[in-house]
């Protein structure tokens, strides 16, 4: 009877995930969502065990300008790459097969690798130049352990980079449930690290950051042979299909380091208020982005395959009615969730964090700055949608320029925010930089529809 009731539920959700694109894309995304859903609980409490042994101190704060310039370089560089790369490889692998896929992924792995490695000498080398800039307002001695802290961290640039094109190509596969919970491994370690090596302070979780991503490596690599795609790079010239890719990367890169630069910017200009703003402003986001990244991992990972699908076999109708419907569902349901999250905002802040070294004044500053997040919630998983299909289109020079105007917007208001509320107007900023991008992007990716509908 179990057996039974077992098989029944396995038809169901194939027949609820078949078909037609729209439901394929919707069982990608249960499947991503719910499996980094996983990895947020995971998260999460390597969080809660942060926040009791650190509470907002000098330490926390140390660390997360510490990691801000490795995760501005992953995001930035092999983020793009990544974007860059899977439309292409989709289409080539579509119309050419496997091998000539297989060769456009080696040789991108060679360029991507190069930058990479390239990328994380420099950031190391002039790390003396540009840190204290970041870090205004910090002592001497909290500088020296933000130094030690890079690098430590240092690593995470070349293997964050190798991870997030490995899963990309395995979900270009259609494999999604590995990428999407590989990601477990880093806070699991780090928690089991912070626990075991209290000596170490925060350098334990430094330290558990690049273990666990080499742990991620080896299980993406393991997946990657057993699909008989090889992970080794292998350079094959420069050929028509890896000059497609470079060619949407540097516009892509360029609005990419402009979108980034928002987090950068942020964290620099908290570090300028009183000691703990840092920390307060990574705490406020902290539930916020959990909803946030649940939907945009799911979405963005189950959409731009299919998105490149679509717009390879030119398929406008198909990509106008996708778009259209998730706008419709994602407006919905983060709206609802908007709502939940502002009204018991402080409760949520008091049961996750107010315990040990976390006060009570801690909890009403923190619950501040997420009611201010919050309000992005909307916008910023619906822009996400558009940025997919942008990319999919091939037209990442909109990205480009949306991400300039976010920057200058984001400048602005923080100057302007933090003078009236503190740490939490550089919240309230953010929110109404995603507010724009979502207006400006939006916008331009119906503009871009329209135009190859009609030349179709």
Same mark, same amino acid.
């Given at each position: ?9 396995v ?30 609980v995971? +998260? ?6 942060v ?24 995001n ?14 989709m289409?080539v ?6 091998? +000539?896929?297989?060769?456009?992924f ?5 360029s ?6 390239i990328?994380?000498?420099l ?14 307002g ?14 430590? *961290?240092? %690593? ?6 190798? *991870? ?15 990428a999407?919970?590989? %990601?477990?491994?880093?806070p ?43 992970w ?9 299909h ?8 540097? %516009?892509? *890169? ?6 980034c ?6 964290q ?6 009183p ?10 986001n ?18 731009i ?27 919905i ?44 919630? %909307?916008?910023?998983?619906a ?8 990319? +999919? ?17 984001? *400048? ?7 003078n009236?509320?503190g740490?939490?107007?550089?919240a ?10 979502f ?18």
């Amino acid at each position: 009877m179990e057996m039974w009731h077992l098989q029944s539920l396995v038809d169901l959700w194939k027949k609820l995930t078949s078909s037609s694109i729209n439901r394929q894309i919707f069982g990608a995304a249960m499947i991503v969502g719910l499996l980094t859903a996983l990895v947020k609980v995971a +998260a999460m409490g390597k969080e809660l065990v942060v926040a009791q042994r650190f509470g907002t101190g000098d330490d926390v704060d140390a660390y997360l300008i510490a990691l801000l310039v490795p995760s501005f370089i992953i995001n930035v560089i092999a983020g793009s790459f990544n974007s860059a790369l899977i439309p292409t490889y989709m289409k080539v692998r579509e119309q050419e097969g496997k091998k +000539a896929a297989q060769r456009l992924f080696s040789g991108a792995t060679v360029s991507g690798l190069g930058l990479l490695g390239i990328t994380t000498i420099l950031m190391v080398v002039t790390a003396p130049i540009y840190l204290p800039y970041i870090a205004t307002g910090f002592s001497p001695e909290k500088l020296e352990m933000t130094f030690h802290l890079l690098y430590a *961290i240092a %690593p995470l640039v070349l293997l964050n980079g190798i *991870i997030i094109i490995w899963g990309a190509v395995l979900n270009a596969g259609e494999r999604f449930a590995l990428a999407a919970l590989s %990601p477990i491994l880093t806070p699991t370690v780090s928690v089991i690290l912070l626990l075991m090596l209290k000596s170490w302070g925060i350098f334990a979780l430094a330290v558990g950051l690049v273990c666990g991503a080499v742990l991620e490596i080896t299980l993406l690599g393991i997946a990657l042979h057993r699909q008989n795609i090889s992970w080794w790079p292998k350079w094959y010239g420069f050929d028509t299909h890896l000059r497609q890719v470079v060619g949407q990367y540097f %516009p892509m *890169i360029a609005g990419s380091f402009l979108m980034c630069s928002t987090t950068l910017v942020d964290q620099s200009m908290a570090a300028m208020l009183p000691a703990g703003s840092v920390a307060a402003l990574n705490y406020g986001n902290k539930v916020i982005a959990l909803p946030i990244t649940l939907a945009t991992t799911a979405l963005s990972t189950a959409v731009i395959p299919y998105f490149s699908k679509m717009v390879a076999s030119n398929d406008w109708t198909g990509v106008r009615r996708t778009l259209k419907q998730y706008m419709q569902l994602i407006s919905i349901a983060t709206t609802i969730l908007t709502a939940f999250l502002l009204v018991f905002s402080e409760l949520i802040v008091q049961v996750l964090f107010q315990r040990g070294s976390f006060t009570a004044n801690d909890t009403h500053l923190v619950a501040q700055i997420q009611n201010c997040f919050a309000l992005q919630i %909307p916008f910023y998983i619906a822009s996400i949608l558009a940025v997919r299909l942008i990319s +999919a289109m091939q037209v990442s020079y909109i990205l480009m320029w949306g991400s300039a105007c976010n920057l200058i917007i984001n *400048i602005f208001l923080n100057y302007l925010f933090m003078n009236w509320w503190g740490v939490a107007g550089i919240a309230l900023s953010t929110t109404c930089v995603y507010i724009f991008s979502f207006l400006f992007l939006t916008y331009s990716a119906n503009q871009k529809l329209k135009n190859r509908h009609f030349a179709k």
